[in-house]
Structures are given as structure tokens and as C-alpha cells.
């Protein structure tokens, strides 16, 4: 039977992170309690000191667990990846044998379903075989150029902000800490055929996200390369009658956004906005012609 045990876990470095817990973490308490177990980890960067006030935020929606990354490394991506295998750590030690997940959810992210815990956990559970992680996958990216090959920009991998097997640190080999992590750890579980991709996490942007809070399938938004507050904001905020009554404009309002899109990537030539509009299309036409029958296998070679 299931320990359907799950784990949130908050990575902060800052005090603008933690504002944008507590307003996520507000929005969640107003939901109706889920009926899965959920832990929090507060998981403070190595310079921050352990947030009271977010920890008093959880109070009431499950049990709280403030912790402070002891790995002294800082930058970027080599600081975000250490504290990020703190907490694997941490939580592979203190939940052994536990078949739930741990939610790296970083502050730019937003649930927008009030069930969205219990819906990402019976996707979880769904799967002939327990993930080792599951969250919004992202194709090969490809930047498309004149009377040039194309330019491959990103390599296929899940993005960071996913559910994580308990013992996922146990489950990855010492080479899959070096780089970004979400893009290191991939190939080692898709390996192993438990890298799964879930539609119902997502990433959003200024100009659609009001019409992702509509869309039924998508329980958790990701603001990638979004300007955050802004973001989180916006996800937060209950549709207004108007878009309400504008929901079934939606489909066409897509074709549109696509098909400037597809018209922006000639303009849009370097750069990272050049790479978010390749990659939101690259996203598009996988999600058209998912199956669900399970991911491509990773071109690259594990060791």
C-alpha cells in the first residue's frame, strides 16, 4: 500500500523570496485541507537565517521543518544545485522507505488548483512504476537559422521545479551533481525509463497566464523568465467574471499566440528571449503529440 507522504520543499536566499512564500503559502491555506499527508522543508540558503515568519506562515498545513543548507557554495548554478542536494539528502536520511515526493517548489511557482497536491500525487501514483522524478518536461531546443544547420540551444531534460523520488540522492550516481542540476539528473533517470512528464505542471508567461488559471490540466504554474512578483500576482488572483465569460476564446487566442511566436523566432536571434521562444514552441508541439506512452529516450550516453 502507498505511503502517500508528501514533502514541499521552499529554497529561499533572500527576504524577496520568502515575501512570495507567504503569499503562495496563504493562497494554499485557503484551500481545503488535501487528503494526502504534507510535509514543508524551509530550506534557507547558507547565508540566509531560517525564516520565523514562513515558518509560522505553515502552521496548520502540515508539519514544518526549518533547515539551513550546510553546503557552503554560493553562485549560480553551482549554489542552487548544492542546496538542492542538501535537501535531497536530508530528506533521503530522515523519510527512509517512504514512495512519495518531494516538490522542489521555488518561488516563482504557483499551484492554481485547490486540489493541485492530490491530483499531482494520483499522477504520481499512476505509473506502472514509482517515478524517480516527474514534473514539466522540456525537449531538444532548437533555434532554427537562414541558410544554416540548426543551432541546438537546450538539451531535453525536466525542469527543476518537479516531484522528486524520497531517495532520489540514493538513486543518483556522483557524477549527476556537477552542472545545472535539473539538466545533469535527467539522462541517469530517464535511464531507468522513471523520468516522467507531467502536463499538469507548466510553465506560464505574463501573456497567458490568466488563460492557464482556466486551463483544467494544469494544477501548477512556473513562471520561467518572468519578472516574479508580477507572476506570482497574477497567479494568484481569482479570475474576474470578464475572462471567465472570454474562456471559450481561449483556443483561438493559442493559434495566435503560437503563430506570432513562430513569427518572432526570425527576429528574435540571440540571446535569452531567443531560447524561451524557441522553447515554448519545442513545448507546444510535444505536448500535441505526447501519447503518454513515456519520454524519448536521452541521446546522450550514461556512464
Known amino acids: 500500500m502507498a505511503n502517500k507522504n508528501h514533502i514541499i520543499i521552499l529554497p529561499y536566499f533572500c527576504q524577496e523570496e520568502v515575501d512570495r ?13 488535501p487528503e494526502v499527508e504534507v510535509h514543508y522543508l524551509l530550506a534557507a540558503s547558507p547565508r ?44 533521503s ?10 516538490l522542489w517548489l521555488e518561488s516563482d511557482m504557483a499551484p492554481i488548483k485547490a486540489d493541485w497536491i492530490d491530483r499531482l500525487s494520483n499522477q504520481w501514483y ?40 524520497m531517495d532520489f540522492a540514493t538513486q543518483m550516481p556522483p ?3 556537477t552542472g545545472v542540476f535539473d539538466m545533469a539528473v535527467f539522462q541517469y533517470a530517464q535511464a531507468k525509463s ?20 482556466s486551463d483544467p490540466d494544469k494544477v501548477l504554474l512556473h513562471g520561467f523568465m518572468q519578472e516574479k512578483d508580477q507572476f506570482i500576482d497574477e497567479c494568484l488572483t481569482p479570475l474576474t467574471e470578464q475572462e471567465l465569460k472570454s474562456v471559450a ?15 518572432r523566432v526570425w527576429f528574435v536571434r540571440k540571446g ?21 506512452a513515456g519520454l524519448p529516450v536521452p541521446t546522450k550516453r550514461v556512464a
Not at 515558518?55 to 508539519?63: D, H, I, S, T
Not at 536520511?93 to 518531494?102: E, M
Not at 476564446?249 to 513562430?262: D, G, H, Q, V, Y
Request: with cysteine; hydrophobic share 35%; net charge positive.
Open 21 to 33: 512564500y507567504l503569499k503562495i503559502l496563504k493562497k494554499i491555506a485557503s484551500f481545503p485541507k
Open 48 to 91: 540566509t537565517a531560517p525564516s520565523a515568519e514562513l515558518a509560522a506562515a505553515c502552521e496548520g498545513l502540515g508539519k514544518t521543518i526549518s533547515f539551513q543548507c550546510p553546503t557552503q557554495i554560493f553562485g549560480y548554478p553551482e549554489g542552487p544545485g548544492a542546496m538542492f542536494w542538501d535537501c535531497m539528502e536530508y530528506i
Open 93 to 102: 536520511t530522515n523519510y527512509p522507505g517512504n514512495d512519495g515526493f518531494s
Open 126 to 165: 499512476s505509473f506502472d512504476q514509482l517515478p524517480i522524478m516527474m514534473g514539466c518536461y522540456v525537449p531538444e531546443v532548437y533555434k532554427t537559422r537562414l541558410f544554416k544547420s540548426k543551432k541546438l540551444l537546450l538539451e531535453p531534460h525536466i525542469n527543476g521545479g518537479a516531484c522528486y523520488a
Open 175 to 177: 557524477e549527476a551533481r
Open 194 to 213: 522513471r523520468a516522467m512528464s507531467s502536463k499538469q505542471i507548466s510553465f506560464s508567461t505574463h501573456t497567458r497566464v490568466r488563460r492557464d488559471l
Open 249 to 263: 476564446w481561449n483556443p483561438l487566442k493559442e493559434k495566435i499566440e503560437t503563430a506570432s511566436r513562430m513569427l
Open 272 to 292: 535569452r528571449r531567443a531560447m524561451l521562444e524557441n522553447m515554448f514552441l519545442a513545448k507546444k508541439q510535444f505536448d500535441q503529440t505526447d501519447t503518454g
